[in-house]
């Protein structure tokens, strides 16, 4: 699963100087800056080695969106796959250590694997 979501699956995105992302964005919320409930309840449920804090911290917006779709899995893969090969120029994408979260859960909810735990 995780190689699938390596490779590009969408065209490359438009480009160029007069392109403005802020634009086709949707305006932010209060979600986009605290958890939900529903997102704390969902990842205190998790196995604590999945317990995404950087991803909690940084973006509670993800979060917020990961939990409304963890129980659908066609969504969870289509989120999983926007989020982990994202495909827009001049992006450098998610820190490390919130990448390293996304693909663990990416990989537990839809091939059902652990990471392995540090000892």
């Known amino acids: 699963m995780l190689e699938s979501l390596s490779r590009p699956a ?3 995105c ?8 802020s634009r086709h964005r949707r305006p932010s919320g209060p979600s986009d800056r ?3 409930l529903d997102a704390t309840e969902w990842v205190l ?3 604590l080695v999945l317990r995404p804090a950087n991803t909690c911290s940084r973006y509670p917006r993800i979060v917020n969106h ?3 779709s963890w129980l659908r899995s066609d969504r969870c893969r289509h989120l999983f796959n926007q989020l982990l090969r994202d495909s827009r120029p001049a992006r450098s994408g998610f ?9 663990a859960l990416a990989a537990f909810r839809l091939d059902g694997v652990l990471p392995a735990q540090a000892d």
Do not use: H
């Not at 820190?95 to 693909?103: A, D, G, I, Q």
């Open 66 to 68: 990961i939990a409304q």
């Open 14 to 21: 438009p480009t160029g100087p007069a392109f403005q992302w």
């Open 10 to 12: 969408t065209p490359p």
């Open 95 to 103: 820190p490390p250590s919130v990448r390293e979260e996304l693909r």
């Open 45 to 47: 449920q998790l196995p």
């Open 34 to 36: 605290q958890l939900s």
